[in-house]
Every structure is written in C-alpha cells, then in structure tokens.
C-alpha cells in the first residue's frame, strides 16, 4: 500500500454527530456548476439551520473518492437521502442532525463525490471547475482554476483510472 493510500481523513457535518472517514487522496477535487446541483443546493441551503453548499456562482465543491474508500464511521442512522427528482440516478445524503450536506452518490457511478466543505482542517484543494456553462447568470468564476464548460478529459481519464484501479488486485504492503 502506498504512503499516499495510507492517509486517512474526515468529513464531519456541522455539528460533529456525523463522521465519514475517507483513506488516500481523491479521485479529483472539482466544483460542479451543473443545474442539478444549482438546484439541489438551493434545496439543501433552505433546510433549517443547514450550512452553504454553493458559492456565488452556484458551484459546488465536491472531493470525489473511490466507493471502496469511503466509509461512515459515526452517526449512519443519521444520514438521509435526498433526491431531486423521482428516478434520478443520483442521490445527495444529508446528515439530518444539522441538515449538513455530505456527499452525492451517482449510483451507477464508482465513486462519492464528497463536500469538501465537510472536511476537517485543510481538505485537498479544488483543481478544476467544470460544467460551467451552467453558472449562475452574470455571476463571475472564482479565479485561479481552470474551468471547463462540459466535463473535461482530464476529469473523465481520472475517473476511468480509478475504476481501473478498483479492478486490479490490491498489493499489501
């Protein structure tokens, strides 16, 4: 096992009944501007006492880890899910102790797209903006990242090297 997979880290809701550990580094860091989650968060943000999940251009900053390396160490029952619409292949999980945004699971996907405002201490930082096309209207991007209006390579390669990843066999070390 690598040093780098070795490393734990927590995202905890607002008020700490609800602890999801993740181990290694992230799939990618990416703010997501998609209208699906423009409006899941408008939802989520309404919700009584529940924190920010959008900043001003009506992004959402997602951590996205490997399914096999995300885990609920503290407070399951108290996750709840949420979905935008009937039949939507994706679900957004709350923690309904505080209305914490947590993560989103596209279910056919491999991976939890985790809020990276959720982490403790310094969370691995956002590397691309994507689906931008989508931002809020006249709102400007947060500088200092690449943004891409639909879904780059560099995201999608990501995303199929991690899968590829959960297939070979594990080498312990």
């Known amino acids: ?3 780098s997979a070795k490393i734990k880290r927590i995202a905890r809701c607002r008020c700490g009944a609800v602890e999801i550990e993740t181990l290694g580094e992230p799939i990618i ?3 997501c501007y998609c209208d699906d989650c423009q409006a899941a968060g408008r939802e989520l943000e309404a ?7 959008l900043d001003k251009a009506g992004g959402t900053a997602f951590l996205l880890f490997r399914k ?3 885990k609920c160490v503290k407070g ?10 009937e039949g939507a292949p994706s679900r957004r999980v709350l923690a309904s102790c505080c209305n914490s945004f947590m993560f989103l699971e596209f279910q056919k996907g491999h991976w939890f ?3 990276r405002a959720r982490f403790e201490g310094e969370a691995p930082p956002l590397q691309l903006r994507i689906l931008t096309k989508f931002k809020a209207e006249g709102a400007e991007l947060p500088p200092g990242l690449p943004a891409y209006p ?5 995201f999608v390669a990501k995303l199929i090297l991690a899968r590829l990843a959960m297939l070979l066999p594990s080498r312990a070390g």
């Open 1 to 3: 096992m690598s040093a």
């Open 150 to 154: 639909t879904f780059p390579f560099k």
């Open 76 to 85: 399951e029952p108290l996750l709840r899910d949420r979905w935008l619409k």
């Open 113 to 115: 797209s985790l809020c």
């Open 47 to 53: 919700l009584p006492g529940a924190p920010m999940v």
């Open 29 to 31: 860091g990416a703010a």
């Open 68 to 70: 096999d390396r995300v």
